[in-house]
Each structure stands twice: as structure tokens, then as C-alpha cells.
């Protein structure tokens, strides 16, 4: 999916919505134990009950990756049950010198290869350009390049100054000049509300992906009054917030109503930007 | 397997090398395609030539993740084959917030839940100490902690300098914080000789995963002369120049001879050192 899909998705459907799929099985509805693949039917009950309000789904690998081979054919599973109009991340976080990357690249964007071809991947920036330009030789795919996450110990490193600016900055500045932002998006977490005005002075036109919102204790209304572009230019993640909304039987229904929620706060934010 | 008994394997086969097992399909003979699994074909004839030379393999996860649950298959069959008094490391270079990092160590330490389970994992820093605690807690478990990386564009962030020094050295600085040197390990590329003399006043201690020597031109001869401590607290990687070294029928023992002369290398570096 190219940015103007996905924008056109956006006003479609008037939500800047990811669901994030961070399916734990010791967390799912008790009675779904009993399928033969308890997180696959999660997680088709909970597309199916959410796909028409948000735009894109994010699958946490690491969920799947702790299960092994099993884990992740329902990784691949779960990605092609995914509505084709939708936007698909692989929230990898994956990062390695060159001839490296580009196997990784190809683990998340070439179907014939892996089984998988999501639209878009996420990156981690510290072995440099050579470990990211690799994800950006595939055609029609995004990268997400990690910048300030949302978690407290994201500061460590990434608050780190010097004359140049914080460490998130330059990895930002540095990293407009790899690609534009037709490819690239950066991730910056909901919980860092006032860096977002900063961020839109160096990314004024990028994508942001930004998780945090909700469990995390980040705030919609700041991420928007500091984010949003001409082109909304957010795409905001939920994952344990909308997913583990119920925990019985209805649990997909109590997961729209969360999602419900957010897709109806961002109708309202849209309508300041767009038509 | 604890630190002394790493040490005491060092001290027997007087050895630090780690064959690094980036087994590509498009790269390994051509003779091997007839095998059911030409991959694992490879791997266990690798294993079957080196493993008197060497103290570790390093199986880096992307080569295998590429080829999907076929790869994530021939990975765990890999592992396994691998002789139990052999240090095992996933070069997975993961990183991501509390939870999610515990399902990443799930992944590569936890067998019963994944089918594997390494003595080690490479993690990213740059999310901070909580992502990186979630593997410390893996009681018997090692953390191998990206410092200073071997690729040329690894400069781009991890020498972003201010009055702290190089993002690096505070990582380094941050991490010993976290664990002690009975834990935690972090990569230098052989390719920044100088840099282990900077590091061994911050990291005495710390055993430190060295790739670089051979294809990538670092020296071996500068990794000891700056890098060896009493304990050597140095495993040097070496992958294609090793497992690549023939393309024929012969390939195993090619192999064999591009690491036996490594190990020729390192028995005179230990002898400065060693009884």
C-alpha cells in the first residue's frame, strides 16, 4: 500500500487506527483453549470485529516468535486473514549490517521467500544507515525506524544530547536522507506528547507510528494537537487496550466498543484537517 | 553454561573462536540442493569439521526467519545438533519494551516454549534498560549487548559523542548497571581495534562477541593485543570467511582449515595469557 492508499483508506474510513495483535495465549478468553489454535481464532475474531474502524494491524512478532514454529505459522496465518485494503506492520524491530538486513527484509516482505509480505516493518536505528537502507531497496514497502518509543527507559540512550540535538533527533535528521517519506515513517511513542511538536519541525511530512496510547497512559488529544499533518500523518496503535477489552465469550464485541471509542475520537480530530 | 565453565572450555581447546553459522541456500555447494534440507545438510557437515577448534557457534536468526517456518525448522534443528559443551549464541538483535522482550527471550532461551534454547541472545540498546532486563532475568542465560559494531555506518549513532562520552561508552556505562560480567556480554566489531583499549577501562571484565575478523578486515592480532583480558574475555566470530572458504565436495574440510588456522592464531595469543 503507497501513501496515497493509505491516506484515501484514512479518509474512507475516517480512523487513524492500528490494532496492535500482541496475542499472549495466557491472556485470551479461557474458552477459546479448546480450538486447535487458540490465537488464531483470537485474533480472526478480533479482525473481524474491528477491521472496518481502524486502518492498519501491527502483529508484535515476539508474540509469535515465543511459540516457535507454531507461533509463527500463526503469524503467517493471521496475516492473511487480514483484509487486503488494510495496512500491515511487522513490529520487528530488527537491525544488522547490511547482507543481514536484507535477509530480514526478506523474512517480512517477500512472500515467496518466508510466506509473509507485510507493508511495512519496523526497524531499530543503532548499527546505522547500513542496517536500514537494505529494508528500503524493496519496492512498494515501508520502514518504520524506530526514534523515541514510549516506554520509560526509552530516555536512556535516546535523550542523550549534544550539540547536534538529542540522539532521536539525529537519528530523524539522518535518516530523511535515506529515503523519502513515501518509504519511511518513524515510530514515536504517545507518552512523549511535546516532542511531537519538536519532531514536526524535522518530519514535518512523515508518518508517524505511535503506540502508547492507552495502557501505556498516552494521550490521543496531545498526539493530535502536536501530530497531525495535512494528511492526518499519525497512524496510532492500541494494542492491549482494545484487545483484552473482555475476557469471556463476547470479548470481540468489547474489543469494537474500545476500538469504537478511538475511531469516533479521531472522526473528530479528522474533521479539523480534511474535508 | 556459567562463566567459568566458558573459561574453562577456552582454557582446554584453546580456542575463542565462534564459527558464525549465516548459512545461505544461494552461497553453500551445489551438490548439497539434492538434500531434503540442504541448509541443515550444511550446517551439521560445518559442525561435524569445527567443533574441536572452536568454543561457540553463532546462528544469526535472519538467514533462517528468511526462508520461514522451513528456516525457523532448519534453526532449531541447527541448535540441536550442536555438541551440548559448545556455547550457543542467537544473533538475533532484538529489542523491545518489558513485555514484549520477555516473549523475545521465551523465543531463544525457553525450550519448552519454543523449541530452543541458546546460552545467549544479542539484544539492541537503544529502547533502554527495559528492554533489556526482561533477558537478565533468564537465570543461566547471557545477554550480549550491541556496543560497538563492526559496520562501516555503525559511526553514525554509536559515535555521537558529548560530555559523557560516545553513545557507546554509555551504553557500556548504563548496561554494567544492570548485570555483572557473570551476565552480560556486548559486541565489538573487530574492525575498531583501537576503540577495546577505550572500552577495556569501562568493561574489564566482561567477555566481549567480536565480529569482523576475516571477510568484514578486522585483525585478530589488534582484537588481543587490546581486547584480551586474564579470564581472554574475548569470543571472536568469524562466519563467511569460515564457512564459505570452499565451494566443492571438499567444503567441510576447506572449512576446517580456515578455522584451524584461526585457532593456531589464538593458541599463541592464550599462551601470553594462560599457564
Redesign the interface.
Known amino acids: 500500500m503507497n501513501r496515497q492508499q493509505l491516506i484515501d483508506q484514512i479518509r474512507l474510513k475516517k480512523t487513524f487506527l492500528c490494532v496492535g495483535l500482541?496475542t499472549?495465549i495466557n491472556k485470551i478468553p479461557t474458552h477459546l483453549l479448546n480450538q486447535p489454535n487458540p490465537v488464531l481464532a483470537f485474533n480472526k475474531q478480533i479482525i473481524d470485529a474491528t477491521h472496518d474502524l481502524c486502518i492498519a494491524y501491527k502483529i508484535?512478532t515476539?508474540?509469535y516468535?515465543?511459540?516457535?514454529?507454531k507461533?509463527?505459522?500463526t503469524m503467517?496465518d493471521t496475516l492473511n486473514y487480514i483484509p487486503k485494503n488494510i495496512f500491515t506492520i511487522a513490529?520487528a524491530?530488527?537491525?544488522?549490517?547490511?547482507?543481514?538486513?536484507t535477509?530480514?527484509a526478506?523474512?517480512f516482505f517477500?512472500k515467496q521467500?518466508?510466506?509473509?509480505s507485510f507493508d511495512a516493518v519496523t526497524v531499530?536505528?543503532?548499527?546505522?544507515?547500513?542496517?536500514v537502507k537494505p529494508f528500503l531497496a524493496f519496492a512498494n514497502k515501508w520502514t518504520i525506524l524506530?526514534a523515541l518509543?514510549?516506554?520509560?527507559?526509552?530516555?536512556?540512550?535516546?535523550l542523550?544530547?549534544?550539540e547536534?540535538g538529542f540522539?532521536y533527533q539525529?537519528?530523524i535528521t539522518?535518516a530523511n536522507q535515506w529515503a523519502t517519506a513515501e518509504q519511511l515513517m518513524y515510530v514515536v511513542g504517545a507518552t512523549r506528547g511535546q516532542a511531537f511538536e519538536a519532531i514536526r519541525k524535522i518530519a514535518p511530512h512523515h508518518f508517524l507510528l505511535v503506540p502508547g496510547v492507552g495502557e501505556q497512559g498516552g494521550s490521543l488529544a496531545d498526539v493530535c494537537k502536536y501530530g497531525l499533518n495535512a494528511d492526518c500523518g499519525l497512524i496510532v496503535n492500541s494494542s492491549r487496550g482494545i484487545i483484552y477489552a473482555g475476557a469471556d465469550e463476547n470479548f470481540a464485541n468489547a474489543a469494537r466498543n474500545e476500538a469504537l471509542k478511538i475511531q469516533q475520537q479521531m472522526e473528530r480530530e479528522l474533521g479539523r484537517i480534511f474535508d
Chains 1, 2 share one sequence.
Open positions: 500482541d499472549d508484535n515476539a508474540f516468535e515465543c511459540r516457535g514454529i507461533g509463527w505459522q503467517i513490529d524491530k530488527r537491525g544488522d549490517i547490511g547482507n543481514t538486513a535477509m530480514y526478506q523474512a517477500d521467500a518466508s510466506g509473509m531499530a536505528p543503532y548499527m546505522g544507515a547500513d542496517s524506530l518509543t514510549s516506554n520509560e527507559s526509552g530516555k536512556n540512550f535516546q542523550i544530547k549534544n547536534d540522539l539525529q537519528v539522518q
